[in-house]
């Protein structure tokens, strides 16, 4: 696990003045799973890929992994432990002159790792990226998507407990991503990782992230789970998951609703509670599909009376018991004291 707290960096401009980037930012990423980190440009995604894999030094603050706090170490001691934490690039950042296999074992060449037992390591990672094939192509003949699995392969290479990925899909296309994506999964269950995936990218987030933290300002602006942001009708990080473009109508009660995850949501629950209880429910907005093996939704929509007027309270109760939260954003005044 990779654990962050109270880190802070700083950097002096060329007229002396003082800039700070990362202000207190603290995130804690355990084995066995992926962190997203988003936040609009300039908000310090940069700076803390940088300070994690110790490229830049923090001025403040500790970065663990395992224990082991590498902010406090130099020399030899910060090489050795530097090697717990893998890197992608947004770049895969392969060496043109050398074949696949070749920039795989680079890093276990450095080291000194016998032969034998590089050709072992190196197989298997590319066995495990789904390149063996490819093990004497150079980087000029493989795609997009192949390289950056070889880069992921590569920083494998030295078995790190923490793998940062910073902007690791950013270029690529939508079935290369999705491949890269579905790579880091695999790996984060097969080698217990902790992935730090840094993105821009919304979608990367609901197809591998199972947490996620927004960074603006230098620090945590928001943080939790995915499923736990998606299940929550009111949670601006859920509503940049799953974004609503709703249509404005007239409504006795106008909702916005998110499904949860500890109730299973039946998919004609709209035509039920319509039927049963003599509602027009209109959907004006909505984005529903399957994120971490369940079923993820956002909606808004508008609902309308056809017979006996329900109070909130019991509207909310029909759709909680149903597996919906709801978050009430406009109603009609009579509603208030409907019963």
């Known amino acids: 696990m990779i654990d962050i707290d109270n880190l ?60 082991t706090d590498l902010s406090l170490l130099s020399g030899e001691a910060l090489r050795r432990e530097r090697r717990a934490i893998g890197t992608v690039f947004q770049s895969s950042a392969l060496l043109n002159r050398k074949t696949a296999w070749q920039n795989i074992a680079l890093p276990l060449v450095c080291l000194g790792v016998v032969e034998r037992d590089i050709k072992v390591r190196v197989g298997e990672l590319l066995e495990n990226v789904g390149l063996s094939h490819k093990a004497d192509a150079y980087p000029s003949q493989l795609s997009g998507g192949q390289r950056q699995r070889i880069g992921i392969a590569r920083a494998l290479a030295l078995r790190p407990s923490v793998l940062l990925a910073d902007e690791a899909t950013s270029g690529l296309d939508p079935q290369a991503t999705a491949t890269v994506l579905d790579l880091l999964r695999k790996l984060r269950d097969e080698y217990r990782l902790a992935i730090i995936l840094i993105t821009h990218e919304m979608d990367a987030v609901r197809a591998a992230a199972d947490a996620v933290a927004e960074i603006r300002d230098g620090t945590i602006a928001r943080y939790g789970q995915v499923n736990d942001l998606l299940a929550c009708p009111d949670s601006l990080l859920g509503q940049q998951l799953l974004p609503l473009s709703p249509v404005t109508a007239h409504s006795d009660l106008l909702l916005r609703l998110s499904y949860r995850w500890d109730v299973p949501v039946a998919i004609d629950w709209i035509s039920r509670l319509s039927q049963q209880f003599a509602l027009q429910i209109d959907l004006l907005g909505g984005h529903v599909e399957v994120i971490n093996g369940q079923l993820a939704g956002r909606l808004q929509v508008g609902i309308r009376f056809q017979g006996e007027r329900l109070s909130q ?21 009579e509603l208030k004291e409907a019963v």
């Open 8 to 67: 802070h960096k700083r950097y002096r401009t060329a007229d002396g003045h003082v800039s700070e980037v990362l202000k207190g930012l603290s995130l804690r990423v355990p084995a066995s799973s992926i962190t997203a980190v988003v936040g609009p440009s300039g908000a310090g995604k940069t700076t803390l890929a940088r300070c994690i894999s110790l490229l830049e030094r923090p001025d403040s603050g500790s970065i663990q992994v395992n224990g």
């Open 313 to 333: 309270a019991r509207i909310l109760a029909l759709l909680a018991q149903s597996g919906i939260a709801a978050e009430i954003l406009a109603c009609a005044p």
